[in-house]
T-cell receptor, first 109, second 113 residues
Framework: RKEVEQDPGPFNVPEGATVAFNCTYS??????FFWYRQDCRKEPKLLMS???SGNEDGRFTAQLNRASQYISLLIRDSKLSDSATYLC??????????FGAGTTVTVRA | NAGVTQTPKFQVLKTGQSMTLQCAQD?????MSWYRQDPGMGLRLIHY???????DQGEVPNGYNVSRSTTEDFPLRLLSAAPSQTSVYFC????????????FGPGTRLTVT
C-alpha cells in the first residue's frame, strides 16, 4: 500500500468554479502535512502547510482529519493559473517527506 | 537568487554507462536529497544527507551513489545505467528540522536506452 494516495484526476473545471480533492495517508504517526504544486515539467513548490484546525491561504483551504487519515484541498474561484498537479506530502518523525502521485487540475476558460 | 541548481537538464545514456548528476545549493541548507519522479508514482527518495560527510539511503537507493563533501554540493552517481533508471531526477534542500518546505532544483530528464 502506498504511504500517500491521491485521486489522479484530472479535475476539469470552468473558471470561477470550486474544486476539492483529498488524499489519504497510511502512517498514523505522521507529523506534518503539506500541499505542493507542480506545473507541467517543472519542479514542485510548496503551496501551503496543513494544520490540524484547518487553514486558508487566499482562495485555497486545507483541512486535516487525523482520525480518518486524510487531507483535503479546496480551491475557490478557480483561475486559469491554478491549472497544475497538486501533490499531497506527509512528513514522518524522521523529517523525510512522502509524496503522493498528484492530482491534476485543469481550469478552462 | 540561484537556490538549487542541477546539471545537466537533459541526458541520454546507453545501458551500462555511468554518469554524475550535479546538484548545488547556495542557501546553506544542511539537508539535501535526491528524488526520482515517474508517471503515477510520485516522487521517491533515492538518497539524502543531513550534513557534510553524512549520507543515507532512501526508498530506492539501488544503482545510485552519493557523497557530500561540502554543504553546497550533493552529486548523484549512476554506476551502470539501466533503462529502469529512465526518469526525472530532482535534487532538493531544506534547513534540518524545519517543516516541509523543500526547495527543488529544476530537474534532470534522463533517458537510458
Amino acid at each position: 500500500r502506498k504511504e500517500v494516495e491521491q485521486d489522479p484526476g484530472p479535475f476539469n473545471v470552468p473558471e470561477g468554479a470550486t474544486v476539492a480533492f483529498n488524499c489519504t495517508y497510511s502512517n498514523s504517526a505522521s507529523q506534518s502535512f503539506f500541499w505542493y504544486r507542480q506545473d507541467c515539467r517543472k519542479e514542485p513548490k510548496l503551496l501551503m502547510s496543513v494544520y490540524s484546525s484547518g487553514n486558508e491561504d487566499g482562495r485555497f483551504t486545507a483541512q486535516l482529519n487525523r482520525a480518518s487519515q486524510y487531507i483535503s484541498l479546496l480551491i475557490r474561484d478557480s483561475k486559469l493559473s491554478d491549472s497544475a498537479t497538486y501533490l499531497c506530502v506527509v512528513r514522518g518523525y524522521d523529517y523525510k517527506l512522502s509524496f503522493g502521485a498528484g492530482t491534476t487540475v485543469t481550469v478552462r476558460a | 537568487n540561484a537556490g538549487v541548481t542541477q546539471t545537466p537538464k537533459f541526458q541520454v545514456l546507453k545501458t551500462g554507462q555511468s554518469m554524475t548528476l550535479q546538484c548545488a545549493q547556495d542557501m546553506n541548507h544542511e539537508y539535501m536529497s535526491w528524488y526520482r519522479q515517474d508517471p503515477g508514482m510520485g516522487l521517491r527518495l533515492i538518497h539524502y544527507s543531513v550534513g557534510a560527510g553524512i549520507t543515507d539511503q532512501g526508498e530506492v537507493p539501488n544503482g545510485y551513489n552519493v557523497s557530500r563533501s561540502t554543504t553546497e554540493d550533493f552529486p548523484l552517481r549512476l554506476l551502470s545505467a539501466a533503462p529502469s533508471q529512465t526518469s526525472v531526477y530532482f535534487c532538493a534542500s531544506k534547513m534540518t528540522g524545519s517543516g516541509g518546505e523543500q526547495y527543488f532544483g529544476p530537474g534532470t530528464r534522463l533517458t537510458v536506452t
